[in-house]
């Protein structure tokens, strides 16, 4: 089938998300709107139309602490079983003294749902639904006895409030009721003598915790024409041309230590705002707030006819066709996902973004930070949301709070920490089993994130401003890790490589310094001691992380030539494990690269290989990252068409439900944002000392553009086009001035003809250092050979702040 590239001149078809049918009954055919406080999911229902309702503070519960006070006499029992290879009686032991004895995490939950019922709409024509992701607009239409219905659903950015236009193109033809239902035990739906419709209550006990969030949705409609009339529990309208529903919902909520909010009059305060307003002046601050940042990227893979079908026909199709719009669309559609669901001043993505229809959803919905939760996150910096980034590192400044007192009480150690997971009340003990829970670098890891906001963003105040959280970050490093009795080195113990285990451990996940815990040490030692010389404080202390991070142990090859999971050289080749956390020195980190350390580069990639590629929708978003840094643009391709696969395709799991959601199964919003992640790793690297262009193309993506991505120091590349797999033309603005070091695929020079220098030694900007990694330990038995690289091209560009500089290819 042809493809036809569009340049920006031309009109690219708009990005939407279409449907032929309704949602009927299941959730995941629904159609997400949402401003970052409150999340609707559209059924496009005709009689019975469904609205589902949250908003990011429901949550059950109340502030609470679930740290283990018995850790810290049991911990050098459990660090002397670990170190004589008892780990399965070291994790009996964890089961008992550090697994919590109290609340495993509060549930984030649902208001419930608005319904809107459309009495003698039972036989309907010319059905069409769409999610309209340049406008941050979803919409519905048919037909009636010769009436156009229309139907458009928005989560308003400045009014804070979903809006519902509904309309009929003949007068006098609108009627249907609106009523709420809601599986809260403790609960009140009535009318009010306005006519407004509420539903108030208080969010549920869990696990030993009082739910003390008290809630609060009232419904106003204002109509065209006809009238409004009101039973104890319902709305209904008849006669009208058109009708305005507002809705508006909010809690007591104020942060993790204060629920003193009064959620009835902030809910009538958004409300009597909103609906002093048409939905039509509505409508364009809307668009413009949520395009301030959706606009920001344009990506194009060219057109074909495919384009022209629904959503979920081509989803089908996928795999077996070349449909790249299908790419571009699901690429862009997590960005969507993380405007919509992310908005400064709220709470962070969780594990459904801000979507849950459920009491007690998978993993209570909430934050997984072993990998899931900062997956939601990394798309923000390299797509241009920058700004979104602020609730998730909001959110570790607060960890790095309540993480005090677990570090203290569990630990006896200085600084912050936090285990694998939390929820909106910041917990930081050890939950679920010592099989999962048992990880102590949810904090390390977590405030890499706030370092990695510095390095694109180049602000030295904010750096100033976060220094103490990463500096508590390795002051708990510096106080927990211990000398390993055989090696020397200084190592995590208890640790795990989370959620797997080698056979050799008796089933167990419990060890010392495994892998992803040694790279997640010597970035957190790194990101402070940089930051420490860049404010030019903490001398003495940041020797002192020096000297621990020499004594990190080093990465090791293994007899398969895999990168060793654990210390000892126990991995099985045969593990299709969905976790595979040593990675994390290829990616987030840039621990492994292709050029400085090619044998750990090599090692990584055979470890991919015996993972394989199917797994759950999560996962394989991790793997189009890892294939993406391994420069192998077909291998992180062909995870691209196993993710866009329907659910069920595949019976490992995995895959993508007919709206777009990733498909873990069930339902978990990080693939959507670690595959946006990941193919925006597949054109530009900000990483190992430079900014690559085109690092992983696959042979399938011969021509596009894309432009607006950020790399780290400020640079954005406001525009890359390629033909025939070769960069053809490249704009990139410096933000903070510095040396732009470049590495493409094919030779450029500047727009009026002149060379570019050639790079040679370590790049001078200093958002660019990279830290040297410990040579690898190498297996006598290990087989490695080394790794086969495209030839590029390097060179230093010295920029100005503010000015922009194109190339093009010679």
């Known amino acids: 089938m042809a493809i036809t590239l569009t340049g920006y001149a031309q009109t690219p078809r708009v990005q939407k998300l279409w449907y032929k049918q309704p949602s009927g009954k299941i959730w995941e055919n629904a159609l997400p709107v949402g401003n970052g406080r409150q999340g609707a999911m559209v059924y496009g229902n005709v009689v019975n139309e469904t609205i589902q309702l949250n908003e990011h503070t429901l949550w059950s519960g109340g502030p609470n602490r679930n740290d283990n006070p018995e850790a810290l006499a049991a911990l050098p029992e459990i660090r002397k ?19 919590t004895k109290k609340s495993h995490g509060q549930m984030f939950q649902p208001l ?37 219905y229309t139907r458009e659903v928005l989560a308003s950015f400045p009014d804070r409030v979903i809006v519902i236009r509904l309309t009929a193109d003949k007068p006098g033809k609108l009627a249907f009721n609106a009523s709420y239902a809601s599986l809260h035990k403790t609960k009140s739906i009535k009318t009010n003598t306005a006519k407004d419709l509420t539903i108030a209550g208080t969010t549920q006990d869990h696990e030993g915790v009082k739910g003390q969030v008290r809630f609060k949705g009232i419904t106003r409609i204002k109509t065209e024409g006809g009238n409004v009339t009101a039973n104890d529990t319902a709305l209904n309208v008849a006669g009208a041309n058109a009708a305005t529903i507002y809705i508006s919902i909010a809690t ?27 939905f039509a002046s509505m409508l364009n601050p809307h668009i413009a707030a949520y395009q301030k940042y959706f606009k920001r990227v344009k990506f194009n893979l060219g057109t074909t006819e495919l384009g022209n079908l629904p959503t979920d026909e081509r989803l089908k199709n996928f795999r077996n066709v070349n449909d790249p719009e299908l790419v571009t669309l699901y690429y862009q559609y997590g960005r969507y996902l993380l405007i919509s669901s992310s908005q400064p001043g709220g709470q962070p993505a969780n594990l459904q973004g801000i979507w849950n229809n459920k009491m007690m959803p998978p993993w209570d919905s909430k934050y997984t930070i072993n990998i899931n939760a900062q997956m939601n996150y990394w798309p923000a910096e390299r797509t241009n949301l920058s700004e979104l980034h602020e609730p998730f590192l909001k959110m570790v400044e607060e960890l790095s709070q309540t993480g005090k007192e677990t570090a203290r009480t569990m630990y006896g150690a200085r600084g912050w920490m936090a285990h694998h997971n939390t929820d909106i009340w910041r917990a930081t003990g050890a939950i679920d089993g010592a099989f999962w829970g048992m990880w102590i670098a949810g904090g390390g890891w977590t405030s890499q994130h706030l370092w990695q906001h510095y390095l694109y963003q180049g602000d030295k105040a904010y750096l100033a401003r976060i220094y103490p959280i990463l500096k508590g970050a390795a002051t708990f490093y510096a106080d927990f890790l211990i000398e390993h009795p055989k090696y020397k080195w200084l190592v995590v113990n208890p640790g795990s490589s989370p959620e797997n285990a080698p056979a050799a451990h008796e089933g167990s996940s419990l060890d010392a310094g495994t892998t992803m815990d040694n790279q997640i040490a010597f970035d957190v030692f790194s990101s402070t001691i940089r930051a420490a010389e860049i404010l030019k404080k903490d001398a003495a202390f940041t020797d002192s992380l020096r000297q621990m991070r ?45 050029y400085r350390t090619p ?5 990584a990639r055979t470890t991919l290989l015996h993972r394989g590629d199917v797994s759950t929708g999560w996962s394989m978003g991790w793997k189009v990252n890892w294939w993406a840094r391994l420069q192998d643009g077909n291998h992180a391709f062909t995870l691209i068409k196993s993710q866009l696969s329907p ?21 978990q919003i990080d693939g959507n944002f670690g595959c946006t992640s990941g193919i925006t790793e597949m054109l530009m690297q900000s990483a190992d000392g430079s900014v690559h262009l085109l690092p992983a193309l696959p042979d399938v993506w011969q021509a596009g553009n894309i432009g607006g991505l950020l790399a780290q120091g400020g640079f954005e590349v406001v525009n890359m086009e390629w033909k025939a797999g070769k960069l053809t033309k490249v704009q990139v603005k410096s933000k903070l001035g510095g040396n732009l070091r470049l590495r493409t695929p094919n030779t450029l020079k500047t727009a009026s003809g002149k060379s570019l ?7 001078a900007n200093a958002f660019y250092q990279v830290e040297p990694v410990a040579s690898a330990v190498l297996s006598p038995k290990a087989n490695l050979s080394a790794p086969t690289i495209k030839k590029t091209f390097l060179y230093d560009i010295p920029t100005q702040a503010g000015k922009s500089y194109v190339f093009v290819a010679q």
Request: proline fraction near 4%.
């Open 81 to 99: 079983l670990i170190f004589e290879n008892k780990q399965k009686e070291a994790e009996k032991l964890a089961n008992k003294a550090i697994i």
């Open 112 to 148: 419930g749902d608005l319904r809107l019922t459309f009495p003698g709409h039972d036989t309907f024509t010319n059905y069409y639904r769409e999610l309209d992701i340049e406008r941050a607009v979803a919409k519905t239409t048919y037909q009636v006895d010769g009436v156009n």
């Open 252 to 278: 007591n909520f104020k942060n993790y230590n204060d629920i003193s909010g009064d959620e009835n009059a902030l809910a009538a305060a958004y409300l009597d705002k909103a609906a002093s307003k048409s």
């Open 550 to 594: 020499k004594r990190l142990p080093p990465m090791h090859v293994g007899q398969h030539g895999q990168l060793q999971e654990w210390l000892d050289d126990v991995d099985d080749p045969n593990d299709h494990h969905r976790h595979v956390s040593h990675l994390y020195g290829l990616f987030p980190s840039d621990q492994i690269s292709a």
């Open 599 to 603: 044998e750990l580069f090599a090692a």
């Open 647 to 667: 659910l069920g395709t595949s019976k490992e799991g995995g895959g993508t439900y007919n709206n777009l959601f990733d498909a873990h199964p069930p339902f």
């Open 757 to 763: 220098g050639q790079a040679s030694g370590q790049n």
